[in-house]
């Protein structure tokens, strides 16, 4: 599927948090949320809350303000890295308990262990640091560079390059709809130069694929036909 960027929702204010501190990366009674979609840290992900063990799990997070957190379900089971997120809006309760809110990525974890004794599915799970690694100034400047190509194509409107300038490779990646292999594989980096690696080779076939149906649409437009060349 062609990648296309999603509209910013900013203007929201984070929560404080406060059950799962950073300096505690190990820590029991997790809140997870398996789903059929990967969230990365800083990305806004709308959710629709309506089974009962979710409600109490979101009540829970809203009244401690503490994180939950979202896993791929794929086809192959459960992946054991997904990424914590915090309540960053509620924007409707309904009155049979139901919640749509929007979720802000914040920071990856592996799952150690699954746990059954809350009304809610839970685990053990470890906060993910990235490793120890210099700065790759050549690298983050292709990758911002890639980015602010995609973003003047897919949107026709020019890029702020000096907001641009100071984006991570997750909140680049965290704007654009890439496929749920290639967001796990960011998740799964503990490297921001392999991130940026990663993220730069996505926009340029992103923007390939757009320069191409943008031209089959031209030559469609032209005599009902696309015309490979060779």
Avoid at 106 to 128: H, K, N, S
Avoid at 209 to 222: G, H, K, N
Wanted: with cysteine; hydrophobic share 40%; net charge negative.
């Amino acid at each position: 599927a062609t990648s296309v960027i999603r509209p910013e929702c900013g203007g929201r204010k984070p929560p404080n948090r406060r059950a799962y501190h950073c300096a505690m990366p190990i820590v029991r009674d997790f809140p997870l949320f398996p789903l059929g979609l990967v969230a990365l840290p800083s990305e806004l992900i709308p959710l629709h809350i309506f089974e009962e063990r979710y409600k109490t799990m979101i009540g829970r997070c809203l009244e401690e303000e503490s994180e939950f957190g979202i896993v791929w379900m794929a086809d192959d089971g459960l992946r054991p890295i997904g990424c914590a997120c915090e309540i960053a809006e509620v924007l409707e309760r309904m009155e049979d308990g139901r919640i749509n809110l929007i979720a802000r990525g914040t920071r990856p974890f592996r799952i150690e262990a699954r746990q059954d004794e809350l009304p809610y599915p839970a685990g053990v799970v470890e906060f993910l640091e990235d490793r120890d690694e210099d700065a790759d100034a050549d690298l983050a400047r292709d990758a911002h560079a890639a980015y602010a190509d995609l973003v003047s194509q897919a949107t026709d409107r020019t890029p702020d390059m000096e907001e641009i300038g100071a984006m991570s490779a997750y909140q680049m990646a965290a704007t654009v709809e890439f496929g749920l292999d290639a967001k796990q594989g960011l998740l799964d980096l503990r490297s921001e130069t392999a991130r940026l690696r990663l993220v730069t080779r996505l926009f340029r076939a992103a923007i390939k694929r757009l320069d191409f149906v943008e031209r089959a649409q031209a030559r469609a437009r032209s005599n009902g036909k696309v015309h490979f060349g060779g």
